[in-house]
C-alpha cells in the first residue's frame, strides 16, 4: 500500500539544513535630520573664510567607499566653498579602487553620484603623483598633483574601524591623507611599509607632511549609525586632525552593526562590494580582521564558516575579501573581475583577500558542503545566521538553534515562524 506524504512534508534533502526565521535586532538611531544643514554648520564653525581667499581654489576629496548620500554630503561642501568666495573641484582620493585608472576613479564617482553636472563643479582625476618628502626611513611621501596645484585641499571622509589598521586612528581623515591622496603609488608603498610597521607609525610622521604640503584648509568627518545612515558630521580643524578623529572613531564603534550572536557555525552572505566595505564584508562585523579564516581573542564575534552568495552591482566585480570566506558559487566566481580584485589586494599587500573559495553551482550544494566541516553536530542543529551584508543587519535570518537565546533577549525580537531554508527550484537561496 502506497502512502503519500502531507504537502508539508519535509523531504530528506531539506531535513539535513536547519529551521530558519526573520530576526530584527533593535540598535541605538542617531542620525542627522539635515545633511546639507549640518555640513554648513560644520565647517561655519571653522571660520574657513578667514582662510580661503576670494577665487582660491579648493580640491574637496571624495573616496570610494559607499558612504551613505555623499553626494548629498559633496555637494553641500562645494556649495559651502561657493559661498565664502572659493573655486572648488572634487578630487577623487582613492589609492587602487577603479582599476587604479583615473578614468576607473570617476567612473566610480559616478557611481554614487558624484559628477560634474550634479555637483556644479569640475572633478579632477589623476593618478599621477608628486613626492614631497621622504620619511625617516626613506620611504617617498606621494601626493595627487591636482592637490597640490590647488591652494587649499578639504579632506572629506567617514571615520569607522577599519577591517585591517588597529588603534586610535583607523579608517577615516588620516587614511584619506596617506592612501587616498597617495593614489595607487602612494596607497603601495604605505601598505607594504605597514606590513613591518604598523599604521600609526606611518601616519604619524606622513601625515603631517601631506598636512603642510597639499595645504589642508579642514577635515569632515562623516560617522554612521548601525542602518548605514549618517549619524554624526563634523567640521575638523587641521591642528585637531589626531584628536578629533580618534574622538569620533569612538564614537563610530559604538554605533557599529554587529551580528545577533556570538559564536556562529555557518555565516551567510548574500553579498560582498566594495560599496559595502574595504574588504567586501567588514571584518569587524563578521570576527576576520586578525586572521582571514578564524576569530581571534581580539574578535568580538567567532564564525567558523563563511558562505559568500554574490557581489553589489556596485562593486563592478571587484571581489576583494572574497579570499576571507571558505565557500562560495559557481554565479559569484563568474562575476569576479580578476584584474581589479588583485590590483586592489595586492595594493593593500592582502593577496589572500583575492583567492576563491571552494565553489558550487548551486546554494544548496554549497551549505551542504559547509555544515560536514563545523564539526560533529547535526546539521539541523547547526547555527546559521543569513545576512544581505555586513552593512544591514537590522533584520537577519538565524537558524532554529538560536531559539532559546532569542527568547531571553530584549534585543532580538523573532518576527515570523521556524521554516525550512527557501531554497528555490534551481537549488539556490531567496536574499534576505
Known amino acids: 500500500m502506497s502512502h503519500t506524504p502531507p504537502d508539508n512534508a519535509v523531504s530528506p534533502i531539506d531535513a539535513a539544513f536547519p529551521r530558519m526565521a526573520r530576526v530584527r535586532q533593535t540598535f541605538a538611531r542617531p542620525r542627522e535630520p539635515d545633511l546639507h544643514a549640518a555640513v554648513v554648520r560644520e565647517l561655519s564653525a571653522l571660520n574657513l573664510e578667514r582662510k580661503i581667499s576670494s577665487g582660491a581654489a579648493v580640491a574637496i576629496t571624495a573616496g570610494s567607499r559607499g558612504i551613505a548620500s555623499i553626494d548629498v554630503i559633496t555637494r553641500a561642501v562645494v556649495d559651502f566653498v561657493k559661498s565664502i568666495g572659493g573655486a572648488p573641484f572634487i578630487l577623487p582620493a582613492m589609492g587602487s579602487h577603479g582599476g587604479a585608472t583615473a578614468e576607473g576613479q570617476a567612473e566610480v564617482l559616478a557611481g554614487y553620484g558624484i559628477t560634474p553636472a550634479s555637483m556644479g563643479c569640475e572633478i579632477r582625476s589623476s593618478m599621477e603623483t608628486e613626492i614631497v618628502a621622504h620619511t625617516r626611513a626613506g620611504l617617498p611621501v606621494h601626493v595627487d598633483r591636482h592637490a597640490l ?12 574601524p577599519h577591517t585591517g589598521f588597529v588603534g586610535e586612528i583607523e579608517s577615516g581623515l588620516h587614511k584619506m591623507l596617506l592612501i587616498g591622496l597617495g593614489k595607487h603609488r602612494g596607497a603601495t608603498l604605505y ?72 559564536e556562529i557555525d555557518l ?97 544548496r550544494q554549497a551549505i551542504a558542503e559547509a555544515l560536514k566541516t563545523i564539526g560533529w553536530i547535526a546539521p539541523r542543529d547547526a547555527r546559521v545566521v543569513q545576512i544581505s551584508d555586513t552593512l544591514h543587519l537590522e533584520e537577519v535570518l538565524v537558524s532554529e538553534a538560536f531559539s532559546r537565546e532569542i527568547d531571553s533577549r530584549d534585543d532580538l525580537a523573532r518576527v515570523d515562524d521556524w521554516r525550512e531554508m527557501g531554497f528555490d527550484e534551481a537549488g539556490n537561496l531567496s536574499g534576505v
Request: glycine share 8%.
Open 149 to 160: 596645484a590647488a591652494d587649499h585641499v578639504l579632506v572629506v571622509n567617514r571615520i569607522k
Open 191 to 262: 601598505h607594504q611599509a605597514i606590513v613591518r610597521s604598523s599604521f600609526r607609525e606611518i601616519w604619524e610622521e606622513v601625515a603631517p607632511i601631506v598636512l603642510e604640503k597639499a595645504k589642508v584648509v579642514a577635515g569632515l568627518g562623516i560617522v554612521e549609525n548601525a542602518f548605514d545612515e549618517t549619524a554624526r558630521i563634523a567640521g575638523v580643524a587641521v591642528e585637531e586632525f589626531a584628536a578629533k578623529e580618534a574622538e569620533l572613531l569612538r564614537l563610530a564603534k559604538a554605533n557599529l552593526p554587529r551580528l545577533p550572536f556570538r
Open 267 to 363: 555565516l551567510i552572505v548574500d553579498r560582498i562590494g566594495k560599496n559595502i566595505s574595504g574588504t567586501g564584508m567588514d571584518t569587524n562585523v563578521v570576527g576576520r580582521k586578525y586572521n582571514d579564516h578564524a576569530a581571534t581573542a581580539n574578535d568580538e564575534v567567532a564564525v567558523r564558516r563563511i558562505f559568500v552568495r554574490g557581489l553589489t552591482e556596485a562593486t563592478h566585480g571587484n571581489a576583494t575579501g572574497i579570499g576571507l570566506a571558505e565557500f562560495t558559487n559557481d554565479r559569484t566566481v563568474a562575476g569576479i573581475n580578476r584584474e581589479i580584485t588583485q590590483i586592489n589586494c595586492i595594493t593593500a599587500s592582502h593577496p589572500t583577500g583575492a583567492m576563491i573559495p571552494a565553489s558550487y553551482a548551486t546554494d
